[in-house]
């Protein structure tokens, strides 16, 4: 796995704050 | 003679004047009127006070208020500036303001590594990073041995950890993401470069002209 670990990390849908603007359109 | 009565806009609390947000971020006075229809909306989801509570900002990110992630939690935590269990208004532009598209690296830079101090020591440290890894694969397909997420984990510290005192600290993190630059992709979000076009439901009749801001 050529990743390191905050790559890994970056990939959680917690960091994906586009979820606050999707639902309210 | 008559009068006339102007019944007084109600704002949620915690509103603060746009134009004021707007001088402050890097958001037009036009945006922040966009982010507080925005606001509104998340806020009024559930709780109905004008404040967004986690459970709201859970709600909003994943459809479900009830999905618990360290991630999303971490980032909440970062919103509430202070630190009194939900998001005002003036928090939720100014934090926003970070992951605006033109928002300085060195401010995402900052904000990036708060998130990822879990334990606020001023450091990151080998087993908050370990902490994290194991919270995404709980949350992901990914499966992955103990010894190989320690491996992972070593490895980066031996990229990151210049002065090897065994943590990360802020110039080292700065640095790191330097040579890194997809660490920060999270912390932009295109939607705001012009939330005002990209949300026309939230365009208001604006009072402010912000060509004469």
């Keep these: 796995l050529n990743m390191n670990a905050f790559d890994i990390i970056s990939l959680s849908a917690g960091f994906d704050l586009s979820g606050l603007f999707e639902g309210s359109e | ?213």
């Design chain 2, 1 to 213: 003679m008559g009068c006339v009565c102007v019944k007084p806009v109600k704002h949620t609390p915690g509103y603060e004047d746009p134009v004021i947000l707007a001088s402050e971020t890097t958001f037009t006075v036009s945006e922040v009127e966009a982010l507080y229809e925005l606001f509104k909306k998340i806020s009024h989801s559930i709780i109905k006070d004008g404040l967004i509570h986690k459970e709201e900002f859970q709600l909003a990110l994943f459809r479900n208020s009830n999905k618990k992630n360290l991630f999303a939690d971490r980032v909440f935590d970062l919103f509430d500036a202070k630190r009194n269990g939900v998001i005002d208004f003036g928090e939720f532009v100014r934090s926003l303001s970070i992951f605006h598209p033109d928002t300085e690296k060195t401010e995402k830079i900052s904000f990036a590594f708060r998130l990822y101090d879990l334990r606020h020591t001023g450091f990151i440290e080998p087993d908050e990073l370990k902490e994290m890894v194991l919270a995404l694969l709980n949350e992901s397909d990914l499966c992955l041995s103990d010894d190989v997420v320690q491996q992972i984990v070593d490895k980066t510290f031996a990229e990151a950890d210049k002065k090897g005192d065994g943590k990360i600290d802020p110039d080292e993190w700065k640095e790191f993401v330097v040579q890194n630059p997809s660490l920060l992709k999270n912390m932009t979000l295109p939607y705001l470069k012009d939330i005002t076009m990209a949300f026309p439901s939230f365009v208001m009749k604006s009072e402010v002209n912000d060509d004469e801001m």
